[in-house]
């Protein structure tokens, strides 16, 4: 249930948002598939890709306005230093969903913990 509300406050008012963090957390904590889920969230849709680290492609556009990703395993609950620069680079939050927590880079490079 704790989740449920952590991810609720990712995006308020997105409930596709909302749905689709749960799904991936139920993915990786629940079902224990191995890989990164990633999700591309758009002004109007949310986009699913998975793969492995960084073996996960897909084409950037400008009409992403936050990646959400699972980092399955333990000890890398926090965005990596690859996470940071993405944001950096393309001045959008990164989320990092790990079994009990969400913490994300922002577009200034720092890290934060959703609460």
């Known amino acids: 249930m704790l989740f449920v509300l952590l991810a609720a406050l990712l995006m308020p008012g997105r409930s596709d948002v909302t749905k689709s963090v749960i799904e991936i ?3 990786a904590f629940e079902r224990r598939i191995r890989f ?4 591309l969230v758009r002004k109007d849709s949310v986009d699913f890709v998975s793969g492995s680290g960084d073996n996960v492609q897909f084409r950037w556009d400008d009409s992403i306005i936050a990646v959400i990703h699972t980092h399955p395993d ?9 996470d940071i ?4 680079v393309h001045r959008i939050p990164v989320y990092v969903v790990s079994e009990s ?4 880079a922002t577009a200034q490079g720092q890290i934060e913990q959703v609460k």
């Open 25 to 27: 957390h139920a993915d």
């Open 36 to 39: 990164e889920e990633v999700l």
């Open 74 to 82: 333990k000890g890398f609950e926090k965005p990596s230093l690859v």
């Open 85 to 88: 620069q993405t944001a950096k």
């Open 101 to 104: 927590q969400i913490w994300y």
